[in-house]
């Protein structure tokens, strides 16, 4: 199959390009990117003038809910969200009922993403048996089953002596590992975050492994990772659309305002949003987490924790970041795409010869998000009714469409 799409303003900062050109796509491989040109005969042509064409988006951080309740969310119902928020891989994180823990597992869920998810779901694998804390899983063995990354999410690996092995495991194998920063013992505080987040940092430093921190939501942790940074230690972090565009003050009882680490305070996401200026905050990751709406529309203080996050990240990190001229464009691209790539060590780009991961925005005009057309199986968001620009409307992933709302 051969697709080209014409006219876009290109915006890729892993390849340098940012102005109008046309790429033609064939057999799910990137065939050219050129400034003009005419499409070949017989090929599909989509008509992107007035859009941005990126790379497709990577979210570092989802809850795809399988297995053990697909009530919620599954790897289909997942991969369409996705695909419909302009993302064309994400990483799948293990704290699934039963626990993603052992290679048979890690197996199992990669043969039901190759049939039934429309875009590149990738494993991540927990750091203990049962996520409990007391045993090293089998990293190597659930590498061998294609994950990407571990990572104990949901909670912490509270023994120190058990986090600094996992890190040498994972040294010694080269995966990644993703950090929930909390102090359990100090649910919800700022300070439970800021510890863990200094904690493993200084485990990186000590047996010299990269160290990825997920959903940074203080002042005082990005301050910590910007003196990590600046000591050399090898730490990346990222947060969250929820974080950069909501604070505690927006609550007002919602229950799909309720997600853990929980909403901080403004001057909390200012922090955030100058850590992300200034690139101490690397990726913005969506920490997709499905609930269903008995778990989530009874008011804040009975519902989970979680909220969803693939179909609205891009247009309110766009209004929120870029328009408000907090955040370049590109900026935001690279935080979406070239910075979470090169954290789990995976290709991107819009350049010859590479997989044919493409997303296209609406940027000029605005619309409201309404959760009732989501192709999530959960409707949490905290953004309904938001006005917000840079609607998904195309989404290109190994070179097949899997998303198209360019009619609106």
Do not use: W
């Amino acid at each position: 199959m051969s697709l080209y799409i014409a006219n876009g303003k290109i915006v890729d900062p892993s390849s340098g390009i940012e102005g109008i050109g046309n790429i033609l796509i064939e057999d799910g491989i990137i065939a050219a990117v050129e400034p003009g040109g005419v499409p070949p005969e017989g090929c599909t042509v989509i008509d992107a003038s007035g859009k941005i064409v990126t790379p497709g988006l990577i979210d570092l951080h989802v809850h795809f809910r399988e297995p053990g309740q697909t009530y919620k969310e599954d790897v289909e119902t997942g991969g369409l969200a996705a695909a419909a928020g302009g993302f064309t891989s994400v990483c799948m994180m293990p704290n699934t009922k039963p626990v993603i823990d052992t290679a048979e597992r890690a197996g199992e869920l990669a043969e039901s993403v190759e049939k039934r998810c429309c875009i590149r779901a990738l494993t991540v694998g927990a750091i203990t048996e049962g996520q409990l804390g007391k045993t090293l899983s089998d990293m190597e063995g659930m590498q061998k089953s294609g994950i990407i990354a571990v990572s104990e999410d949901g909670r912490s690996v509270a023994d120190a002596s058990m986090m600094l092995a996992a890190l040498r495991e994972a040294k010694r194998l080269s995966l990644p590992v993703l950090s929930h920063t909390e102090d359990d013992t100090l649910r919800g505080e700022p300070i439970g975050e800021e510890l863990i987040a200094a904690r493993d940092i200084l485990l990186a430093a000590e047996c010299k492994t990269p160290v990825h921190l997920c959903h940074i939501s203080t002042a005082r942790s990005v301050d910590i990772i910007r003196t990590a940074k600046a000591k050399g230690i090898p730490v990346t972090a990222e947060t969250a659309p929820h974080y950069i565009s909501l604070d505690k003050s927006m609550i007002n009882g919602d229950g799909n305002r309720r997600m853990n680490p929980p909403l901080r305070q403004r001057e909390d996401v200012e922090a955030l949003i100058e850590g992300l200026r200034d690139g101490t905050i690397d990726a913005i990751a969506t920490d997709h987490a499905p609930h269903a709406s008995q778990e989530k529309d009874f008011g804040y203080d009975s519902a989970l924790n979680g909220v969803i996050g693939l179909e609205t990240a891009f247009p309110v990190c766009y209004t929120e970041l870029v328009r408000k001229n907090r955040l370049g464009l590109s900026d935001l691209v690279s935080k979406l795409t070239a910075e979470p790539a090169k954290i789990i060590g995976i290709p991107t780009g819009i350049e010859k010869g590479k997989r044919a991961d493409i997303a296209v925005f609406d940027i000029e005009n605005e619309y409201v998000i309404d959760r009732s057309g989501f192709h999530s199986r959960s409707r949490n968001t905290p953004f309904h009714g938001m006005r917000v620009f840079g609607r998904p409307v195309l989404t290109v992933c190994g070179g097949r469409v899997v998303y198209n709302d360019m009619t609106k």
